[in-house]
C-alpha cells in the first residue's frame, strides 16, 4: 500500500522528479533501488533523468518499492513556495524553521533536545511521516553547526536516531557540520 504524503519540490516537476526526489527521501542509493526492484541501474537511471517513458508497469514497480503515491511529489509551478532558510533568534531562545519554532537554549540544552525539534519541525514543514528520513539542506548546516555541541562523540547516532537516516548516509554528520562552521566560530 502507497502511503499519500507529499514533500515539497520545485514547481513544475516531471514524474521523473518525483521518482528520484522519492529515492533520494528515503535514502536509497540508485544501486540500492535498482537492486531491491530488481531492474538494471540504467533503467533506473534513465527513468529518473527522463530519458525514457515511466510507464505504467515502471510506475507501479517505483511507487510499491517506494510506498509513496508519486503524483504527490510533481507539483504545478503555481504551487512552488519558496523556502524559508532556519535561523536562530538568541535573545527568545528559538530556532525557526519556516513557519515553526523549536525552543532550544544554547548551552543549556542538550544535542538530543535541538534535532528531536528541529527533526519534528521539518517533518512537519515537508508533511513527512516519521518513517521518511530527512534530508538535510546545505543552507541549514551553518545555523546547525553553531547550535549543537559539535564535541559529542554520539553526534552521529543522534543523527541517524532522529533523521531516520541509515548509519551510511549518517556517519559523517558531525564532519560535515564542522566543515559548514563559520571560519569565526570554530
Do not use: C
Not at 514497480?61 to 517506494?66: D, N, P
Not at 517533518?123 to 545555523?143: E, G, H
Amino acid at each position: 500500500m502507497t502511503e499519500n504524503i507529499s514533500a515539497p519540490t520545485t514547481g513544475g516537476d516531471s514524474l521523473a522528479t518525483a521518482v528520484a526526489t522519492a529515492r533520494s527521501l528515503l535514502g536509497y542509493s540508485i544501486e540500492g533501488a535498482a537492486e531491491t526492484m530488481g531492474i538494471p541501474v540504467s533503467i533506473l537511471r534513465d527513468a529518473e533523468n527522463g530519458d525514457i517513458e515511466i510507464n505504467a508497469e515502471l510506475r507501479e514497480l517505483f511507487e510499491s518499492t517506494y510506498g509513496i503515491k508519486l503524483e504527490n511529489l510533481v507539483r504545478p509551478a503555481s504551487e512552488h513556495r519558496p523556502r524559508t532558510p532556519i535561523a536562530y533568534d538568541a535573545s527568545q531562545g528559538i530556532l525557526r524553521v519556516g513557519t515553526l519554532g523549536v525552543r532550544f537554549r544554547l548551552g543549556i540544552d542538550d544535542n538530543d533536545v535541538l534535532l528531536r525539534g528541529f527533526s519534528s519541525a521539518v517533518r512537519r514543514q515537508r508533511q513527512l511521516p516519521p518513517s521518511v528520513p530527512l534530508q538535510l539542506r546545505k543552507a541549514d548546516m551553518p545555523v546547525l553547526a553553531g547550535l549543537l555541541d559539535l564535541t559529542d562523540p554520539e553526534l552521529d547516532e543522534r543523527a541517524q536516531f532522529w533523521f531516520g537516516q541509515t548509519p551510511q548516509t549518517a556517519q559523517s554528520f558531525g564532519a560535515i557540520l564542522r566543515l559548514s562552521r563559520a571560519p569565526e566560530a570554530a
